[in-house]
């Protein structure tokens, strides 16, 4: 797995994210979060913004995982779908890159529950840029 994906910032440990699989060759990654009650909005489900965090997260990981280690890349646009609510406890997403040149990736994901049923999709835009240590 890339170095990159080792590292837990303060946000991914926030969302609980553990990094499950990932394809350097294919930019594809699988993400596991958990949704803590704390997410939870009046309605007792997770708050849109953290479902949208944990696609933002997914996304960029899918980038990161083709990346060297002088690389890195930034969300530029995020475009979320919320299609199901989601209750706390583990969600699972699947990212998968489906444009990269040398500046820029396009990114889709979904975001699933326990039960497999797709909570949430995403499509992402990252600005590929050098790594700045």
Same mark, same amino acid.
């Given at each position: 797995? %890339?170095?990159?994906?080792?590292?837990?910032?303060?946000?991914?440990?926030?969302?609980?994210?553990?990094?499950?699989?990932?394809?350097?060759?294919? =930019?594809?990654?699988?993400?596991?979060?958990?949704?803590?009650?704390?997410?939870?909005?009046?309605?007792?489900? @997770?708050? +849109?913004?953290?479902? #949208?965090?944990?696609?933002?997260?997914?996304? =960029?990981?899918? @980038?990161? *995982?083709?990346?060297?280690?002088?690389? $890195?890349?930034?969300? $530029?646009?995020?475009?979320? %779908?919320?299609?199901?609510? #989601?209750?706390? +406890?583990?969600?699972?997403?699947?990212?998968?890159?489906?444009?990269?040149?040398?500046? %820029?990736?396009?990114?889709?994901?979904?975001?699933?529950?326990?039960? +497999?049923?797709?909570?949430?999709?995403?499509? *992402?835009?990252?600005?590929?840029?050098?790594?700045?240590?």
């Amino acid at each position: 797995m %890339s170095d990159h994906l080792n590292q837990i910032p303060p946000a991914a440990a926030l969302l609980g994210r553990e990094v499950v699989a990932a394809d350097k060759d294919t =930019g594809e990654v699988r993400v596991r979060f958990l949704a803590k009650h704390e997410f939870t909005n009046r309605h007792g489900t @997770v708050q +849109g913004g953290f479902l #949208a965090a944990m696609l933002d997260a997914a996304t =960029g990981n899918a @980038v990161m *995982a083709m990346l060297p280690p002088e690389q $890195t890349a930034v969300h $530029t646009r995020l475009d979320t %779908s919320y299609l199901k609510p #989601a209750r706390p +406890g583990p969600l699972t997403a699947v990212a998968r890159v489906r444009e990269r040149d040398a500046r %820029s990736a396009k990114v889709e994901a979904e975001l699933r529950d326990d039960s +497999g049923t797709v909570v949430a999709t995403a499509r *992402a835009e990252l600005r590929i840029l050098p790594r700045v240590r």
